[in-house]
Every structure is written in structure tokens, then in C-alpha cells.
């Protein structure tokens, strides 16, 4: 099975950029949609942006659209999400995961797998 790992973390003031990253243990071609999710303290679990391994089309929801990129290298097994602009209700742990189906036009928790630990992300104003 694959490990997830996320980092990047961090404190930033509103306007701010942070760069996370997710790397997999391993190589797994099944792997067909790396996807990052936000959980603020007290809210469900969202989607934020997910990436196809293989074709890179992306999807982004409308809270980030515009402001966060996400990204890939496959060499690295490493999933990258740019964060710009940050605003303080982008405060939240941010999970990476992996949809073992293809990447759909919208983000359920519930399509994923293999969620990482998570990595913090405190934006003040």
C-alpha cells in the first residue's frame, strides 16, 4: 500500500504563499487522482484541488480557484499545492489522499484513500 506524507505547513499573514507537498512511498500506477482536502476546526472536511496522475487536468473548488495551483512530479511521486493570496479562512489542516477511480468534476471525502497526516495552516489577518 502507499503512504502519504504531507508538509509545507506553516503560519503565514493574510496575503501571504505557502507551498505544501505530498510525496507517496511508492510508485502505484492505480493511483489516478491525488486530491488535497482542508478541515477547519469545527467544519467538515472539504475539497480543495485534485490533479489526474497520468492526464494532469485539474480541478479546484471556488473558494481557491484563482489562488491555489496544483501541481505534480511524478518522478518524485510528489504532489504540489501553491498556495497564494492566503486568507484567513484558509486556516485548516490540509490532507492529501488519493481516488483509486478517476477524477470526478467535484471532491467527496468519501472517494478517497490513503489520507496522509496532514499539515497545518494558520493564516492571520
Known amino acids: 500500500e502507499v503512504d502519504l506524507a504531507e508538509s509545507g505547513g506553516g503560519s503565514v499573514q493574510a496575503g501571504g504563499s505557502l507551498r505544501l507537498a505530498c510525496v507517496a512511498s511508492?510508485?502505484?500506477?492505480?493511483?489516478?487522482?491525488m486530491g488535497w482536502f482542508r478541515q477547519a476546526p469545527g467544519k467538515a472536511r472539504e475539497g480543495v484541488a485534485h490533479i489526474h496522475a497520468r492526464h494532469g487536468s485539474t480541478y479546484y473548488s471556488d473558494a481557491v480557484k484563482g489562488r491555489f495551483s496544483i501541481s505534480q512530479d511524478t518522478a518524485k511521486n510528489t504532489v504540489y499545492l501553491q498556495m497564494d493570496n492566503l486568507k484567513p479562512e484558509d486556516t485548516g489542516v490540509y490532507s492529501c489522499?488519493?481516488?483509486?477511480?478517476?477524477?470526478?468534476?467535484?471532491?467527496?471525502?468519501?472517494?478517497?484513500?490513503?489520507w496522509g497526516q496532514g499539515t497545518q495552516v494558520t493564516v492571520s489577518s
Open positions: 489522499a488519493v481516488d483509486f477511480g478517476s477524477c470526478r468534476p467535484y471532491m467527496r471525502v468519501d472517494w478517497y484513500e490513503r
Open positions: 511508492k510508485t502505484d500506477t492505480s493511483r489516478n487522482c
